[in-house]
């Protein structure tokens, strides 16, 4: 049956990881995959995360399945995670929140559950958008518009471009937005922007799905919920696709969530059980071990007070290593790299051609996606200086 079917290519970004890993260079660099590395180049599992694992050994009775959504600390976790405690939305009950097999699980379930209450419904995604989107919600029908994001030229958000394209946008079309660092840019929304962009949902009755991958990993754990609190609070229906792929340190584990805010605790109840039931066609059960260590980290204050530190710590060193780019790259090259520093997370884009790119990775070992975003955490004091010296030499 199968021999008809064409050998697929690697995955572009995986196949680069792959290839920087076979190749003998001892001066090598990853720049490509965003998965968060220390110094060291490690990517570290939180201690938060490991002590949860040590007591979670000790108590474990079963391996029998959890509740359809999900692990109970995990779930009402997620949602004082995303929301904050003190959350209108929360007190008022209109908050639901549904296990998924990390973000790309709870994507795929908002999704499925976007065409089944409006089939036709249009899925507006930036320019550009982290290239996984759009199998995640494409393969459940629905088509894409996409609306002006990120201008190359001033390496910032084109925010009236994005205005001007989403005023064309109709009721009921779905305004898919990154929560914050966004991937692959790195440029945000600013809070006057998530304002205005909150008034435009509302004056043109759009749906607004946000993707929140990086929560804590920008500016800090509150300012980068900033968007998706406003929304929350301003707006009758908000969609929310959470993962703790990367603030906790899960990758593997796979643990997300989605998380709706409706017009009251009816809407909500609805909303999950046609969640569970999308699920439940695709993986059926949610994936028990990570989402009952992140219950554990967000529901037991010591853990908490642990992860949240850790947390910090690397997004300190995030933005660190943004300052030495900027630093390096503009001495090494006499230009203007300050756009570094004001991007968030993880991904930036360093302006390179696609022929620049191949020669870093030919000629010096250095990989990066062809459109040039790099993955920040990648860097150190170490490789800081063959990096901005590669780059110098093939611009
Ligand atoms: C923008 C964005 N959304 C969602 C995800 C989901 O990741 P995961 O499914 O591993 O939790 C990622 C991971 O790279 C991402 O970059």
Redesign the pocket.
């Given at each position: 049956m199968f021999e008809a079917l064409e050998r697929l290519p690697a995955d572009p970004i995986l196949g680069l990881s792959a290839a920087c890993t076979a190749d003998p260079n001892p001066d090598k660099i990853d720049l490509t995959v965003?998965v968060y590395k220390d110094e060291s180049g490690q990517t570290p599992v939180f201690a938060a995360i490991q002590r949860a694992q040590e007591a979670l050994s000790e108590r474990e009775v079963t391996k029998a399945y959890l509740p359809q959504v999900g692990d109970a600390n995990y779930i009402a976790g997620i949602r004082t995670l995303l929301l904050g405690e003190t959350h209108p939305a929360l007190a008022a009950k209109r908050v639901t929140s549904v296990q998924a097999p990390?973000?790309?699980?709870a994507?795929r379930v908002g999704a499925e559950v976007i065409k089944a209450a409006s089939p036709n419904a249009k899925v507006w995604i930036s320019a550009p958008t982290?290239p996984n989107h759009i199998p995640l919600i494409g393969s459940v029908g629905l088509e894409f518009k996409e609306y002006r994001y990120y201008d190359a030229a001033t390496h910032s958000v084109d925010f009236d471009g994005m205005l001007e394209d989403l005023a064309t946008a109709n009721a009921g079309d779905v305004l898919l937005l990154?929560g914050c660092c966004h991937?692959p840019c790195g440029a945000d929304l600013s809070p006057e922007q998530w304002q205005a962009v909150t008034g435009l949902v509302a004056d043109r009755g759009l749906m607004p799905f946000i993707?929140t991958?990086y929560q804590g990993m920008g500016k800090g754990l509150e300012e980068d919920a900033f968007g998706v609190r406003h929304m929350a609070e301003h707006l009758p229906e908000v969609l929310v696709?959470a993962?703790n792929?990367k603030n906790m340190g899960l990758?593997r584990e796979r643990t997300?969530a989605i998380l709706f805010c409706g017009t009251g605790a009816e809407e909500a109840e609805i909303f999950a059980s046609q969640a569970t039931k999308a699920a439940r066609k695709i993986y059926s059960m949610p994936p028990a071990h990570g989402a009952i260590l992140a219950g554990m980290v967000l529901s037991d204050p010591a853990l908490n007070a642990s992860w949240r530190q850790e947390l910090a710590a690397m997004c300190e060193r995030l933005n660190g290593v943004r300052a030495l780019l900027d630093e390096k790259l503009s001495a090494a090259t006499g230009k203007d790299y300050s756009f570094i520093r004001r991007e968030s997370g993880m991904f930036s884009f360093l302006g390179l051609s696609s022929e620049q790119v191949d020669r870093l990775r030919e000629e010096f070992s250095v990989y990066m996606v062809g459109s040039s975003r790099v993955n920040v955490a990648g860097v150190n004091k170490a490789n800081v200086d063959y990096l901005a010296s590669s780059v110098a030499a093939v611009l």
């Open positions: 965003g990390g973000g790309c699980g994507l982290w990154h991937n993707d991958a696709a993962s792929s990758y997300g």
